[in-house]
């Protein structure tokens, strides 16, 4: 799967776009980690996943944000997610 932070995709052209696709790395404590990687990496992982589906070949326009939510309005600790977004794209076949 090729991935762009831009709305272009280096060495190939769009050939439609599929749609915007979004995935989440569900609420975890603020101060964990997973083991081996970052939380953008398992978000972008299902973002990746989610574009297969769909038949993509690329995802465009990747862009990560991250909700948090703060102790006393959930749970003893803060917790965060991570959500990335994105546009799936068919690529033109050379």
Do not use: C
Not at 8 to 37: C, F, K, M, N
């Amino acid at each position: 799967m090729r991935i762009s932070h831009t709305s272009e995709i280096e060495g190939g052209q769009v050939l439609y776009p599929i749609g915007r696709i979004e995935a989440v790395s569900g609420w975890h404590a603020s101060d964990a980690r997973p083991t081996g990687r970052d939380w953008k990496d398992v978000a972008l992982e299902r973002l990746i996943a989610t574009a297969k589906d769909y038949d993509a070949d690329a995802i465009l326009n990747v862009d990560y944000h991250v909700d948090g939510v703060e102790a006393f309005d959930l749970a003893s600790m803060p917790l965060e997610r991570v959500s990335v977004t994105g546009v799936a794209v068919k690529l033109a076949r050379g």
